[in-house]
């Protein structure tokens, strides 16, 4: 599948870091505080110790970036972070930095830190105290992730106690992308058994993998771990959010080996056929076959008993756009939690896993696109145009086919939008287009629908260009969205703020 300098294979790592790592030369540029952040008014919204990551490319490919730091509320922040980039001859481990920050009214902000290896400027949005999602603003890097408060608490092996599961992407050990999903049980003690896992990397599809290893845990927060199983044995260095949710990037580079991140989270305690019943907004990302960038959302309903008896998904494959394509299919569900969907229009197969906050994490198992992403189940309705009402801190993330990247490269936004409960949307974004920066971008004239179904459209219009989406609601509080431009594949998600 994808080739070692296929720059549109690093960019769609992108499209599946919308939920949630870094480094290059040196040589980038900085950009300075983003316009638009008013006196800094919402400062105190970073305040404590913090664990973050961020997932992308750089110039020369896969950019991925943990760490954790401390902010004071008043502008200043230090910590370290551990860095995975194909730019780096050595590998960054527990960098440490410092910096300043300033959040604006809207819950905007912009962190500026100087660090090499990493990214040297931030820019996020605030959903409260508690969480934030984030882009790198730099000529040379681009990516997207979240900032997360993080529970000291939880800053030990015993602490990591119980069944997780998780969500990882990056490079494969075929040098093409590569994706994964599964669960493991960690014992308190710093043994990792019980794993089983899914894994497509570059179209060669490995199914039920045994897993196990081992991990440790410093006074920081900061982990180590080590996974093996008959695909690789990876290494891994994690930062602790607290003990149901902990940002994991492998810190491997030697050839052959993969390098992946993302997020493992506490497995829900019972997960049965019974336990998927309803409807379930999700969003996956990836390639085709032909390498190209692939984007899939959509609706799906399932009835308890095996069958998905009722569902819409909407693709774009490279820009070219099919919308509403119906889905039915069956599903079964293990005494692992390990379940097996499979769909018979379109067909395709995807494993999934649950985790206890609500969340799918599921990967494609066919052999002729490589692709992962989650699920949520739909609560909240009746749906209509009132019920996206307020404003959402949103992130999009994938492949802008007119980036300053040869044959397109990774586009990463963040920013506010807010809804009036009547259509219209106002709001403010922040864009790295392959290093092409735009700060405090505007909207005019931008709408959105929604039906009772909870799915919709928005037209987002800014000075620099056009957003045309899908709109999936999990809730009135949390929205995913898919970009159906011709020139770009995107994923993205909206969480209403609280602040």
């Known amino acids: 599948m994808c080739a070692h300098t296929n720059m549109r294979c690093w960019a769609t790592i992108a499209l599946l870091s919308c939920a949630a790592l870094t480094g290059c030369g040196g040589g980038s540029s900085v950009v300075g505080q983003g316009p638009g952040l008013g006196n800094s008014s919402n400062n ?22 943990v760490g954790t730091f401390a902010a004071d509320g008043n502008g200043h922040l230090a910590g370290s972070e551990d860095v995975n980039s194909s730019s780096l001859t050595s590998r960054g481990s527990g960098v440490p930095f410092s910096g300043t920050y300033a959040i604006g009214s809207d819950g905007r902000g912009n962190a500026v830190l100087g660090i090499q290896p990493g990214c040297p400027n931030w820019q996020f949005t605030m959903l409260n105290h508690s969480h934030g999602l984030l882009t790198c603003l730099n000529t040379n890097i681009t990516g997207s992730g979240t900032i997360d408060l993080a529970d000291p608490r939880a800053f030990s092996i015993s602490a990591l106690k119980g069944n997780y599961v998780f969500g990882f992407s990056g490079l494969g050990a075929s040098a093409g992308f590569a994706v994964t ?25 490995s199914q039920a993998l045994s897993l196990s290893g081992s991990y440790s845990v410093a006074s920081t927060g900061r982990g180590t771990a080590t996974i093996s199983s008959h695909y690789a044995t990876q290494n891994f260095v994690f930062y602790i959010v607290n003990a149901t949710d902990i940002k ?3 810190s491997d580079s030697t050839a052959g080996v993969p390098r992946v991140s993302g997020e493992v989270l506490n497995q829900a305690p019972v997960f049965t056929t019974s ?34 008896f009722s569902g819409l998904m909407d693709v774009n494959d490279a820009g070219n756009i099919t919308l509403a394509a119906s889905l039915t299919g069956t ?6 939690g390990r379940g097996v969907a499979t769909l018979s229009s379109p067909v395709f197969a995807m494993a999934f896993y649950a985790a206890a906050n609500g969340t799918l994490e599921v990967v494609n198992l066919s052999q002729d696109f490589v692709a992962s992403g989650m699920a949520r189940r739909q609560t909240g309705g009746a749906f209509g145009t009132d019920s996206v009402a307020g404003n959402y801190a949103v992130n999009f993330s994938g492949t802008n086919f007119g980036s300053n990247f040869a044959g397109g490269g990774e586009e990463d936004i963040s920013g506010r939008l807010t809804g009036d409960g009547a259509g219209t949307l106002t709001g403010t974004l ?62 993205g998600l909206g969480e209403k703020q609280a602040f």
């Open 248 to 250: 994991f990037m492998e």
């Open 275 to 308: 336990s998927l019943s309803g409807t379930y907004p999700f969003t996956l990302g990836g390639i085709d076959a032909n390498q190209n960038a692939l984007a899939l959302g959509g609706l799906l309903s399932a009835d308890g008993n095996g069958n998905i």
């Open 331 to 336: 599903y079964s569900v293990g005494a692992s």
């Open 430 to 491: 922040d864009v790295n287009n392959s290093g092409s920066i735009s700060q405090a971008l505007p909207l005019s004239a931008s709408s959105y629908t929604m039906t009772s179904t909870g799915r919709g459209t928005a037209s987002l219009n800014t000075p620099t260009g056009t957003f045309a989406l899908e709109i999936y609601e999990i809730d009135p509080n949390n929205l995913m969205f898919l970009d159906v431009d011709s020139n770009r594949v995107v994923l």
């Open 44 to 65: 105190a919204l970073l305040q404590g110790q913090y664990a973050f990551a961020l997932s992308g490319q750089d110039s020369n490919g896969l950019f991925l970036m």
């Open 181 to 205: 999903a599964g669960s493991w049980s960690m014992d308190g003690g710093g043994t990792v058994n019980a794993g089983i896992a899914d894994v497509n990397d570059a179209g060669t599809v």
